[in-house]
């Protein structure tokens, strides 16, 4: 039966009309005049039979189902943009891996590790993309996924990569105004100062109590955030008491912006995973805990496959870092960087 599918044309001057609130706009990005996009968006209209933009004393504005199907169109137009670029590159003779990461974790530990593994892998194009929630392979696009924890994940291989370590830090201003004149702190002098709270690790603070022996009243209180990479950011301006992976907060308690409070404590472990049906090749980091030691990089290698590219792997719950699954069959060859993060 014969697709009832508007042109790709007719869908792009669409996308971007409605991205620009504009026709000018859209036409401008196209490289095509206005009257070209005005025709294209009405014969889409016509196709579907609905107005998708009525006028605005401004320009033009979307209907609330021009709304609804703006955002349809442009996920699936960006499917469409990546998977095209995906198929020029394999045509190319290039590997593609496309890797799930946590965002704190790639900025803070991946992406500084990147130029060395493009130096020894140049036929690998490696994409990251933002997974901040676990998800289902199935449909992602991802090859693997880098993420913390050691939760079950149906239908994955996983390969551990790094323990991660969680430490309390506080800003040096904020300890000398809450709690002046401590050198040597307790935990219930920590419990003292605002608590930042991690959104997917709601009862951190008080497992991390718990282990230093303590209860402490209000331990789930507090600003909740996303990321680390906010946590250590408000911490470091005196917002509050944040309990995050010290490799993550390594460049601000060198920079002095972040003092530790007690020594760490074990957190979740940072994890590779990739699912177990697709045949391809996956590079990960295998990294020794702590940021002094240099990674040992291993490249995961599956059975029936040359090319860099393995099935959609998941990101796990936070910006934290830890361990990774793969499948039994591939054989293992040492080779650069690759990463991981966690997140919450």
Known sequence: MRRRLPSTAALAAFEAAARHGSYTGAAEELAVTQSAVCRQIAALETFVGVKLFRRGRRGVLLTEAGQAYGRVVRARLDELERDTLSLMSAGSGRGTLELGVVPTFATEWLLPRLPDFHQRHPDITLNLTTRIQPFLFEGSGLDAALHAGGAPWPGTDSLHLMRESL???????????????????????????????????????????????????????????????????????????????QLLAEPALREGRLRVLLPAAAGR???????????????????????????????????????????????????GAGGARRRPQGPVSDLPTAADESRR
Not at 172 to 189: E, H, S, T, V
């Open 167 to 245: 430490v309390a830090v506080a800003s040096p201003g904020l300890l000398a105004q809450r709690l002046p004149g401590r050198q040597r702190l307790r935990a219930d002098d920590v419990g003292r100062l605002p608590l930042l709270q991690m959104a997917t690790r709601p009862q951190a603070w008080r497992h991390w109590f718990e282990a230093q022996g303590v209860q402490v009243e209000g331990d789930l209180a507090g600003p909740r955030m996303d990321l680390f990479s906010m946590l250590i950011a408000a911490a470091s301006r005196g917002l509050g008491a944040a309990l995050v992976p």
């Open 269 to 319: 472990a940072g994890t590779a995973r990739r699912p177990t049906a697709r045949a391809a090749a996956v590079a990960v980091v295998r990294h020794r805990p702590g940021l002094s030691n240099r990674p040992r990089r291993h490249c995961l290698q599956s059975a029936g496959s040359s090319q860099g590219r393995g099935e959609p792997p998941a990101s796990g719950h936070g910006d």
